[in-house]
């Protein structure tokens, strides 16, 4: 091969490598964007990626994790107790997640992380990814509805709600007695088929 076919494949490979290095930036900041933690990892657990939002809930700079394990950052229940879904998805070759608390950044928070298996083009498992989505504000408004919930309950007057067919979608217990039914059996019925008073199904219906 001439010198100049050297230069020119050689030109070929660097401007093929300076391509491919500036995708990887492109996806990097695209990833440290994101504002849950997402991290890479290998088969034996350990970090070989994590963006700017998970490495700053641990205090650290993203290099000082990398080749540390996952479960010294994310510190979940899932780590301790055998139920980790990103080495179930590498087991089974397919997307895992899991609803579990974790203590990442010193606090205890409730949390889902989403892990896939990061399969190479020969079919062998080479690690996974996963990001963690911290559930505080979900669960703070689902104990609020159900703390609500309660206090419906316990109304000993009929309560209940219904969409814009008249489809029941909550009646409380007492609402239901009144029925002859339990609140399950009485969900999803038109609240006409419950009450039979002389407005239902008129102009007249106060709904």
């Known amino acids: 091969m001439e010198i100049n076919e050297l230069l020119q494949?050689?030109?070929?490979?660097?401007?093929?490598?300076?391509?491919?290095q500036k995708e990887s930036l492109?996806?990097?900041?695209?990833?440290?964007?994101?504002?849950?933690?997402?991290?890479?990892?290998?088969?034996?657990?350990?970090?070989?990626?994590?963006?700017?939002f998970g490495s700053s809930l641990a205090g650290k700079n993203p290099d000082d994790l990398i080749g540390k394990k996952c479960d010294s950052i994310l510190q979940t229940h899932d780590c301790v107790g055998g139920g980790c879904a990103t080495e179930r998805s590498m087991r089974e070759k397919k997307p895992c997640s899991s609803e579990t608390f974790s203590k990442i950044g010193g606090k205890e928070i409730p949390v889902r992380y989403e892990a896939?298996?990061?399969?190479?083009?020969?079919g062998t498992v080479i690690g996974a990814?996963?990001?963690?989505l911290d559930l505080t504000e979900t669960k703070r408004a689902l104990d609020e509805v159900n703390r609500k919930v309660t206090y419906l309950d316990a109304i000993p007057t009929p309560v209940l709600a219904v969409d814009n067919k008249f489809i029941i979608e909550y009646i409380n217990p007492a609402g239901?007695?009144?029925?002859?039914?339990?609140?399950?059996?009485?969900?999803?019925k038109k609240c006409s088929q419950l009450?039979?008073?002389?407005?239902?199904?008129?102009?007249?219906?106060?709904?």
């Open 9 to 20: 494949e050689n030109h070929v490979l660097l401007t093929k490598l300076e391509e491919s």
């Open 26 to 52: 492109k996806y990097q900041a695209i990833l440290n964007a994101v504002n849950t933690p997402v991290i890479a990892i290998d088969t034996k657990r350990n970090i070989t990626y994590i963006n700017s």
């Open 116 to 122: 896939t298996p990061l399969i190479d083009n020969s």
């Open 129 to 132: 990814v996963e990001f963690v």
């Open 176 to 188: 239901a007695a009144v029925a002859g039914m339990t609140q399950q059996e009485a969900t999803g």
């Open 195 to 207: 009450f039979h008073t002389g407005q239902c199904n008129s102009e007249h219906c106060c709904l």
